[in-house]
T-cell receptor, first 110, second 114 residues
Framework: GQNIDQPTEMTATEGAIVQINCTYQ??????LFWYQQHAGEAPTFLSY????GLEEKGRFSSFLSRSKGYSYLLLKELQMKDSASYLC???????????FGQGTELSVKP | DTAVSQTPKYLVTQMGNDKSIKCEQN?????MYWYKQDSKKFLKIMFS???????INETVPNRFSPKSPDKAHLNLHINSLELGDSAVYFC?????????????FGDGTRLSIL
């Protein structure tokens, strides 16, 4: 079966650091993506991991452990505009389809 | 310039009607996708085309029929609309099915069935 789990909601304070976890069990694995989605808008790409380890991109970092079926997205120096839904997605071996988690709704408070 | 554009943005119609949603990408990508996002914001793949050829066809009612006239376009036709079809439908594209490059999403079509 295909299963991707992430927390439904998180709250953090402006200027702080937040870590959003994602665990997955999928029949195939060809990379893990993180997307950001503001309400009423399209998902936009944040990061990609296919090998174990940390990928850093400005205020955003993403980590992958394939043996543990685990990833996290780390957001530093949180800003109000970071309030959004964060989607973890695993790319399957079949046709490149993305299997999405339910998304984590992050609220950043002043 | 919009990379992946969908029309219409909003679609309100009655149960039993037939409707189409259009998608175009100007990124020169070979692969296009349709996703459905339900009220719980869960995004689920429906179809994918690579170079106009169907490569993914998830368990979707056959009332849904995708058509790709060329690499830059992927349309979705829905027959006999049902209440459960109410959702946001996203089109996406990527250079190819695999590789490190991400899928780019359109702004979505909000379909409401009365």
């Amino acid at each position: 079966g295909q299963n991707i789990d992430q927390p439904t909601e998180m709250t953090a304070t402006e200027g702080a650091i937040v870590q959003i976890n994602c665990t997955y069990q999928t029949s195939g694995f060809n990379g893990l993506f993180w997307y950001q989605q503001h309400a009423g808008e399209a998902p936009t790409f944040l990061s990609y991991n296919v090998l174990d380890g940390l990928e850093e991109k400005g205020r955003f970092s993403s980590f992958l452990s394939r043996s543990k079926g685990y990833s996290y997205l780390l957001l530093k120096e949180l800003q109000m505009k970071d309030s959004a839904s964060y989607l973890c997605a695993v790319r399957d071996n079949q046709g490149g389809k993305l299997i999405f988690g339910q998304g984590t709704e992050l609220s950043v408070k002043p | 310039d919009t990379a992946v554009s969908q029309t219409p943005k909003y679609l309100v119609t009655q149960m039993g009607n037939d409707k189409s949603i259009k998608c175009e990408q100007n990124l020169g990508h070979d692969t296009m996708y349709w996703y459905k996002q339900d009220s719980k914001k869960f995004l689920k793949i429906m179809f994918s085309y690579n170079n106009k050829e169907l490569i993914i066809n998830e368990t979707v009612p056959n009332r849904f029929s995708p058509k790709s006239p060329d690499k830059a376009h992927l349309n979705l036709h829905i027959n006999s609309l049902e209440l459960g079809d109410s959702a946001v439908y996203f089109c996406a594209s990527s250079p190819r099915p695999q590789g490190h490059q991400p899928q780019h999403f359109g702004d979505g079509t909000r379909l409401s069935i009365l």
